[in-house]
Protein backbone atom coordinates (compact mmCIF):
# COMPACT_ATOMS: atom_id res chain seq x y z
CA UNK A 1 0.00 0.00 0.00
CA UNK A 2 1.15 3.28 -1.39
CA UNK A 3 0.29 6.49 0.98
CA UNK A 4 0.91 9.72 -0.83
CA UNK A 5 0.82 12.99 1.65
CA UNK A 6 0.54 16.73 0.73
CA UNK A 7 2.17 19.19 3.53
CA UNK A 8 -0.29 19.01 6.51
CA UNK A 9 -0.60 20.97 9.93
CA UNK A 10 -2.17 18.67 12.32
CA UNK A 11 -4.21 19.55 15.51
CA UNK A 12 -6.34 18.13 17.59
CA UNK A 13 -7.16 15.13 20.36
CA UNK A 14 -5.74 11.73 20.35
CA UNK A 15 -5.95 8.84 22.66
CA UNK A 16 -2.33 6.90 22.77
CA UNK A 17 -2.92 3.22 21.50
CA UNK A 18 -2.35 0.50 24.39
CA UNK A 19 0.97 -0.06 25.11
CA UNK A 20 1.91 -3.53 23.49
CA UNK A 21 4.70 -4.12 25.91
CA UNK A 22 2.52 -4.62 28.59
CA UNK A 23 -0.46 -6.59 26.52
CA UNK A 24 1.99 -9.12 25.24
CA UNK A 25 3.15 -9.58 29.38
CA UNK A 26 -0.11 -9.55 30.56
CA UNK A 27 -1.78 -12.44 27.89
CA UNK A 28 1.61 -14.38 29.12
CA UNK A 29 0.33 -14.35 32.75
CA UNK A 30 -3.35 -14.91 31.96
CA UNK A 31 -2.27 -17.91 30.41
CA UNK A 32 -0.55 -18.95 33.04
CA UNK A 33 -2.85 -18.35 35.45
CA UNK A 34 -5.33 -20.96 37.08
CA UNK A 35 -8.50 -18.88 36.56
CA UNK A 36 -10.51 -16.30 34.23
CA UNK A 37 -9.07 -13.42 33.60
CA UNK A 38 -10.11 -10.03 31.72
CA UNK A 39 -7.52 -7.09 30.25
CA UNK A 40 -9.17 -4.16 28.64
CA UNK A 41 -8.05 -1.55 25.94
CA UNK A 42 -6.79 -4.15 24.00
CA UNK A 43 -4.90 -3.10 20.37
CA UNK A 44 -5.55 -6.28 18.01
CA UNK A 45 -2.06 -5.44 16.44
CA UNK A 46 -0.25 -7.99 14.27
CA UNK A 47 2.06 -8.42 16.97
CA UNK A 48 -0.80 -8.70 19.55
CA UNK A 49 -2.49 -11.44 17.34
CA UNK A 50 0.70 -13.32 17.40
CA UNK A 51 0.55 -13.43 21.28
CA UNK A 52 -3.12 -14.22 21.39
CA UNK A 53 -2.82 -17.40 18.89
CA UNK A 54 0.21 -18.10 20.53
CA UNK A 55 -1.60 -18.73 24.45
CA UNK A 56 -4.35 -20.78 22.84
CA UNK A 57 -1.98 -22.82 21.38
CA UNK A 58 -0.88 -23.38 24.91
CA UNK A 59 -4.92 -24.15 25.51
CA UNK A 60 -5.98 -20.80 27.35
CA UNK A 61 -9.63 -20.09 25.92
CA UNK A 62 -9.72 -16.41 24.76
CA UNK A 63 -13.07 -15.00 24.24
CA UNK A 64 -13.27 -11.12 22.74
CA UNK A 65 -15.53 -8.26 24.17
CA UNK A 66 -15.24 -5.43 23.51
CA UNK A 67 -11.88 -3.92 23.62
CA UNK A 68 -11.65 -6.54 26.30
CA UNK A 69 -10.19 -10.06 26.40
CA UNK A 70 -11.81 -13.00 28.57
CA UNK A 71 -8.44 -15.61 29.49
CA UNK A 72 -9.35 -18.62 30.72
CA UNK A 73 -5.55 -20.06 31.81
CA UNK A 74 -3.90 -23.06 31.85
CA UNK A 75 -1.75 -22.83 35.44
CA UNK A 76 1.11 -25.22 35.07
CA UNK A 77 -0.73 -28.17 32.73
CA UNK A 78 1.69 -29.94 30.57
CA UNK A 79 1.29 -30.24 26.62
CA UNK A 80 2.50 -33.09 24.48
CA UNK A 81 3.09 -30.80 21.62
CA UNK A 82 2.19 -27.32 20.49
CA UNK A 83 2.84 -24.81 17.44
CA UNK A 84 3.91 -21.56 17.80
CA UNK A 85 2.71 -19.30 14.93
CA UNK A 86 4.66 -15.98 15.97
CA UNK A 87 4.10 -13.99 12.79
CA UNK A 88 6.42 -11.46 12.52
CA UNK A 89 6.70 -10.48 15.91
CA UNK A 90 9.54 -11.12 18.34
CA UNK A 91 9.09 -10.57 21.10
CA UNK A 92 6.10 -13.24 21.04
CA UNK A 93 9.29 -15.81 19.81
CA UNK A 94 11.57 -14.64 22.58
CA UNK A 95 8.76 -15.08 25.17
CA UNK A 96 7.06 -17.93 24.68
CA UNK A 97 10.59 -20.29 24.12
CA UNK A 98 10.82 -20.96 27.63
CA UNK A 99 7.27 -21.15 28.18
CA UNK A 100 6.75 -23.93 25.92
CA UNK A 101 10.25 -25.58 27.25
CA UNK A 102 8.77 -25.60 30.87
CA UNK A 103 5.25 -26.97 29.62
CA UNK A 104 5.84 -28.97 26.70
CA UNK A 105 7.38 -31.73 25.34
CA UNK A 106 7.99 -30.51 22.07
CA UNK A 107 7.02 -27.30 20.15
CA UNK A 108 7.48 -25.17 16.83
CA UNK A 109 7.85 -22.07 16.34
CA UNK A 110 6.27 -20.81 12.88
CA UNK A 111 7.48 -17.17 11.69
CA UNK A 112 8.49 -14.75 8.81
CA UNK A 113 11.68 -15.33 7.42
CA UNK A 114 12.83 -11.97 9.08
CA UNK A 115 11.76 -13.25 12.10
CA UNK A 116 13.68 -15.91 11.73
CA UNK A 117 16.54 -14.44 10.54
CA UNK A 118 16.97 -12.42 13.24
CA UNK A 119 17.72 -15.67 15.74
CA UNK A 120 17.67 -16.57 19.45
CA UNK A 121 21.48 -17.30 19.51
CA UNK A 122 21.20 -16.46 23.52
CA UNK A 123 18.47 -19.21 24.09
CA UNK A 124 20.24 -21.64 22.31
CA UNK A 125 23.72 -20.84 24.50
CA UNK A 126 21.75 -20.65 27.72
CA UNK A 127 19.15 -23.42 27.44
CA UNK A 128 21.27 -25.63 24.90
CA UNK A 129 23.43 -26.26 28.04
CA UNK A 130 20.75 -27.14 29.90
CA UNK A 131 18.99 -29.97 27.83
CA UNK A 132 17.41 -28.18 25.51
CA UNK A 133 17.44 -28.95 22.05
CA UNK A 134 16.66 -26.46 18.95
CA UNK A 135 16.79 -27.27 15.36
CA UNK A 136 14.84 -25.97 12.02
CA UNK A 137 13.11 -27.77 9.33
CA UNK A 138 12.25 -26.12 6.34
CA UNK A 139 12.18 -22.27 8.28
CA UNK A 140 11.22 -23.30 11.18
CA UNK A 141 12.17 -23.68 14.63
CA UNK A 142 11.77 -26.93 16.38
CA UNK A 143 12.22 -26.76 20.43
CA UNK A 144 12.52 -30.36 22.78
CA UNK A 145 13.32 -31.26 26.01
CA UNK A 146 12.46 -30.12 29.96
CA UNK A 147 13.25 -26.80 31.04
CA UNK A 148 15.41 -27.11 34.76
CA UNK A 149 15.44 -25.09 37.32
CA UNK A 150 19.03 -23.31 38.12
CA UNK A 151 21.07 -20.44 37.59
CA UNK A 152 20.92 -18.64 33.92
CA UNK A 153 23.61 -16.22 32.75
CA UNK A 154 22.25 -13.78 30.18
CA UNK A 155 24.00 -10.74 28.62
CA UNK A 156 22.12 -7.72 28.87
CA UNK A 157 23.28 -5.76 25.87
CA UNK A 158 21.79 -8.14 23.21
CA UNK A 159 17.61 -7.91 24.16
CA UNK A 160 16.07 -7.68 27.24
CA UNK A 161 13.09 -10.06 25.49
CA UNK A 162 15.31 -13.36 26.34
CA UNK A 163 15.00 -12.13 30.65
CA UNK A 164 11.61 -11.42 30.29
CA UNK A 165 10.72 -15.25 28.76
CA UNK A 166 12.78 -16.35 31.42
CA UNK A 167 10.68 -14.99 34.34
CA UNK A 168 7.60 -15.99 32.62
CA UNK A 169 8.77 -19.85 32.84
CA UNK A 170 10.79 -19.84 35.54
CA UNK A 171 7.98 -19.76 38.59
CA UNK A 172 6.45 -22.76 36.81
CA UNK A 173 9.50 -24.84 37.75
CA UNK A 174 10.00 -27.27 40.85
CA UNK A 175 12.63 -25.77 41.87
CA UNK A 176 14.65 -22.21 42.62
CA UNK A 177 15.99 -19.87 39.98
CA UNK A 178 18.27 -17.44 39.55
CA UNK A 179 18.75 -14.90 36.24
CA UNK A 180 22.33 -13.32 36.26
CA UNK A 181 21.95 -10.17 33.35
CA UNK A 182 25.59 -9.61 32.64
CA UNK A 183 26.88 -6.02 31.84
CA UNK A 184 26.13 -3.77 30.35
CA UNK A 185 22.70 -3.94 30.34
CA UNK A 186 20.30 -2.27 27.85
CA UNK A 187 16.67 -1.71 27.72
CA UNK A 188 16.21 -2.32 31.22
CA UNK A 189 12.71 -0.70 31.46
CA UNK A 190 11.37 -3.80 29.73
CA UNK A 191 12.74 -5.61 32.27
CA UNK A 192 10.60 -3.59 34.85
CA UNK A 193 7.51 -3.78 32.66
CA UNK A 194 8.02 -7.74 32.96
CA UNK A 195 8.76 -7.00 36.58
CA UNK A 196 5.45 -4.99 37.45
CA UNK A 197 3.08 -7.16 34.89
CA UNK A 198 4.38 -10.44 37.15
CA UNK A 199 3.67 -8.48 40.83
CA UNK A 200 -0.03 -7.96 39.06
CA UNK A 201 -0.18 -11.80 38.84
CA UNK A 202 1.56 -12.47 42.52
CA UNK A 203 4.72 -13.35 41.18
CA UNK A 204 7.44 -11.79 42.86
CA UNK A 205 10.96 -11.57 41.56
CA UNK A 206 13.74 -10.59 43.76
CA UNK A 207 16.35 -8.35 43.02
CA UNK A 208 19.10 -8.73 45.92
CA UNK A 209 21.86 -6.91 43.38
CA UNK A 210 21.10 -4.73 40.27
CA UNK A 211 20.55 -7.28 37.87
CA UNK A 212 20.64 -10.10 39.70
CA UNK A 213 16.90 -11.81 39.86
CA UNK A 214 15.53 -14.85 42.37
CA UNK A 215 12.66 -16.65 40.96
CA UNK A 216 10.31 -18.89 43.59
CA UNK A 217 10.07 -22.28 41.59
CA UNK A 218 6.54 -23.85 42.60
CA UNK A 219 4.65 -20.41 41.91
CA UNK A 220 1.19 -19.71 41.07
CA UNK A 221 -0.11 -17.11 38.56
CA UNK A 222 -3.03 -15.45 39.49
CA UNK A 223 -5.41 -13.69 37.16
CA UNK A 224 -5.39 -10.64 36.34
CA UNK A 225 -8.14 -7.91 36.32
CA UNK A 226 -6.92 -5.12 34.30
CA UNK A 227 -6.36 -2.43 31.43
CA UNK A 228 -3.15 -2.04 29.67
CA UNK A 229 -1.85 1.61 29.93
CA UNK A 230 -1.31 3.79 27.34
CA UNK A 231 1.93 2.98 25.14
CA UNK A 232 4.86 5.99 24.66
CA UNK A 233 6.85 4.15 21.99
CA UNK A 234 3.99 4.98 19.40
CA UNK A 235 3.24 8.12 21.32
CA UNK A 236 6.45 9.56 20.47
CA UNK A 237 6.08 9.82 16.92
CA UNK A 238 3.18 12.46 18.08
CA UNK A 239 5.50 13.96 20.16
CA UNK A 240 8.01 14.62 17.44
CA UNK A 241 5.09 16.23 15.68
CA UNK A 242 4.33 18.29 17.95
CA UNK A 243 8.37 19.87 17.95
CA UNK A 244 7.67 20.44 14.55
CA UNK A 245 4.74 22.13 14.37
CA UNK A 246 1.70 19.90 15.24
CA UNK A 247 -0.55 20.41 18.13
CA UNK A 248 -1.77 16.80 19.35
CA UNK A 249 -3.26 16.95 22.57
CA UNK A 250 -2.67 12.81 23.71
CA UNK A 251 -4.27 11.58 26.12
CA UNK A 252 -4.14 8.42 27.93
CA UNK A 253 -0.48 8.15 28.81
CA UNK A 254 1.01 7.60 32.70
CA UNK A 255 3.76 10.29 33.35
CA UNK A 256 5.16 8.04 35.70
CA UNK A 257 4.94 4.98 33.63
CA UNK A 258 7.98 2.34 33.98
CA UNK A 259 8.37 2.55 30.59
CA UNK A 260 11.63 3.75 29.22
CA UNK A 261 10.56 5.22 26.11
CA UNK A 262 8.49 8.17 27.90
CA UNK A 263 12.33 9.62 28.18
CA UNK A 264 11.41 10.49 24.44
CA UNK A 265 9.50 14.13 25.43
CA UNK A 266 13.03 15.10 26.61
CA UNK A 267 14.87 13.55 23.94
CA UNK A 268 13.31 15.78 21.30
CA UNK A 269 14.09 18.83 23.40
CA UNK A 270 17.47 18.14 23.55
CA UNK A 271 17.58 17.68 19.88
CA UNK A 272 15.80 21.48 19.64
CA UNK A 273 19.38 22.49 20.52
CA UNK A 274 22.29 22.16 18.20
CA UNK A 275 25.22 19.63 18.81
CA UNK A 276 23.29 17.22 21.03
CA UNK A 277 24.75 13.87 22.11
CA UNK A 278 22.00 11.16 22.67
CA UNK A 279 22.67 7.20 23.54
CA UNK A 280 19.19 4.92 23.07
CA UNK A 281 21.33 2.10 24.27
CA UNK A 282 17.71 2.10 26.96
CA UNK A 283 15.39 3.51 24.24
CA UNK A 284 16.38 1.52 21.19
CA UNK A 285 13.09 1.31 19.48
CA UNK A 286 13.21 5.69 19.44
CA UNK A 287 15.94 5.39 16.97
CA UNK A 288 13.77 5.78 13.70
CA UNK A 289 11.54 8.98 15.21
CA UNK A 290 14.76 10.57 16.76
CA UNK A 291 16.97 10.79 13.80
CA UNK A 292 13.91 11.89 12.04
CA UNK A 293 13.68 14.75 14.23
CA UNK A 294 16.98 15.65 14.18
CA UNK A 295 17.12 15.83 10.71
CA UNK A 296 14.07 18.44 9.93
CA UNK A 297 15.85 20.24 13.39
CA UNK A 298 19.86 20.82 14.70
CA UNK A 299 20.82 17.44 13.54
CA UNK A 300 22.69 15.02 16.27
CA UNK A 301 25.07 12.19 17.52
CA UNK A 302 23.85 9.17 18.86
CA UNK A 303 25.26 6.31 20.95
CA UNK A 304 24.08 2.72 21.62
CA UNK A 305 22.71 2.52 18.54
CA UNK A 306 24.37 -1.18 17.39
CA UNK A 307 21.26 -2.84 18.13
CA UNK A 308 19.06 -1.38 15.76
CA UNK A 309 20.53 -4.28 13.64
CA UNK A 310 18.70 -7.14 14.53
CA UNK A 311 14.88 -5.14 14.28
CA UNK A 312 12.05 -5.71 12.29
CA UNK A 313 14.88 -4.17 9.31
CA UNK A 314 18.59 -2.70 10.09
CA UNK A 315 17.04 0.74 11.32
CA UNK A 316 19.96 2.74 11.18
CA UNK A 317 21.12 1.93 7.39
CA UNK A 318 17.59 1.95 6.31
CA UNK A 319 16.69 5.50 7.90
CA UNK A 320 20.06 6.47 6.52
CA UNK A 321 18.70 5.68 3.16
CA UNK A 322 15.70 6.96 3.36
CA UNK A 323 17.01 10.17 4.58
CA UNK A 324 19.21 10.46 1.87
CA UNK A 325 16.18 10.90 -0.50
CA UNK A 326 15.10 14.23 2.27
CA UNK A 327 18.88 15.52 1.45
CA UNK A 328 20.03 14.64 4.36
CA UNK A 329 23.32 12.02 4.74
CA UNK A 330 23.52 10.57 7.53
CA UNK A 331 26.54 8.93 8.87
CA UNK A 332 26.71 5.18 10.66
CA UNK A 333 29.35 3.58 12.53
CA UNK A 334 29.31 0.63 14.72
CA UNK A 335 27.60 1.79 17.51
CA UNK A 336 26.72 5.61 16.39
CA UNK A 337 24.64 7.45 13.89
CA UNK A 338 25.39 10.94 13.42
CA UNK A 339 22.62 13.71 11.82
CA UNK A 340 23.96 16.46 10.26
CA UNK A 341 22.57 19.99 10.15
CA UNK A 342 20.77 21.62 7.71
CA UNK A 343 17.10 20.30 7.33
CA UNK A 344 14.88 18.45 5.14
CA UNK A 345 14.19 18.99 1.67
CA UNK A 346 10.91 17.35 -0.17
CA UNK A 347 12.06 13.62 -1.68
CA UNK A 348 11.74 13.10 -5.20
CA UNK A 349 11.67 9.33 -5.17
CA UNK A 350 9.13 7.62 -3.26
CA UNK A 351 9.93 6.11 0.26
CA UNK A 352 9.96 2.59 1.50
CA UNK A 353 9.14 1.40 4.69
CA UNK A 354 11.23 -1.56 4.48
CA UNK A 355 8.32 -3.94 5.81
CA UNK A 356 8.81 -2.16 9.25
CA UNK A 357 6.64 -0.20 11.08
CA UNK A 358 8.68 2.33 12.92
CA UNK A 359 10.25 3.56 10.15
CA UNK A 360 7.14 3.92 8.51
CA UNK A 361 5.80 6.50 11.10
CA UNK A 362 9.11 7.80 11.79
CA UNK A 363 9.23 8.95 7.73
CA UNK A 364 5.63 10.34 8.08
CA UNK A 365 6.65 12.61 10.70
CA UNK A 366 8.54 14.41 7.70
CA UNK A 367 6.21 14.27 5.43
CA UNK A 368 3.90 15.83 7.06
CA UNK A 369 6.59 18.72 6.51
CA UNK A 370 7.74 18.19 3.08
CA UNK A 371 4.57 15.88 1.38
CA UNK A 372 5.60 12.90 -0.81
CA UNK A 373 5.07 9.25 -1.15
CA UNK A 374 6.12 5.79 0.94
CA UNK A 375 5.11 2.23 0.13
CA UNK A 376 4.53 -0.71 2.32
CA UNK A 377 2.81 1.57 4.56
CA UNK A 378 0.86 -1.88 5.93
CA UNK A 379 3.83 -2.41 8.28
CA UNK A 380 2.14 -0.12 10.60
CA UNK A 381 -0.32 -3.20 11.69
CA UNK A 382 2.17 -4.68 13.60
CA UNK A 383 1.80 -2.41 16.15
CA UNK A 384 -0.24 0.63 15.22
CA UNK A 385 -3.06 0.09 12.56
CA UNK A 386 -5.04 2.59 13.03
CA UNK A 387 -2.04 5.10 12.38
CA UNK A 388 -2.98 7.07 9.35
CA UNK A 389 -6.81 7.39 10.46
CA UNK A 390 -6.14 8.88 13.18
CA UNK A 391 -3.65 11.37 11.79
CA UNK A 392 -6.63 11.68 8.97
CA UNK A 393 -8.67 12.95 11.68
CA UNK A 394 -6.56 15.06 12.69
CA UNK A 395 -5.63 16.66 9.39
CA UNK A 396 -2.78 15.07 7.72
CA UNK A 397 -3.94 15.03 3.96
CA UNK A 398 -3.31 11.52 3.02
CA UNK A 399 -4.38 9.61 -0.23
CA UNK A 400 -4.07 5.62 0.56
CA UNK A 401 -3.63 3.35 -2.83
CA UNK A 402 -2.92 -0.24 -3.08
CA UNK A 403 0.56 -0.53 -4.42
Known amino acids: MIAKIKKSNLKGCLKAVPSKSFLHRMLICAALSEGRSRIGNVIKSEDILASIDCIRSLGAEVIEEGDSLMIRGIGRKMTENAAFPCRESGSTLRFFIPVAAALCEKATFTGSERLMERGIGIYEDALGSKGIKFSKEKGDLNVEGKLISGIYEIPGNISSQYITGLLFALPLLGGDSEIRVLPPVESRPYIDITISVLKLAGIEVEEPERN ?168 VRKSYPGFFEDLRRIGLDVEINEG
Not at 350 to 375: C, F, K, P, Q, Y
Request: aromatic letters at 6%; one cysteine or more.
Open 212 to 379: RFLIKGNSSFRPLDTDAEGDWSNAAFLYAMNGLGAEIEVSGLNGSSVQGDRICVENFKKLDKPHETIDIGGCIDLGPVLFAYASAKNGGHFTGTERLKIKESDRAAVMAEELLKFGVKAEIKENEVIIPEGGVKAPTKRLDSHNDHRIVMALTVLLMLTGGEIGGIEA
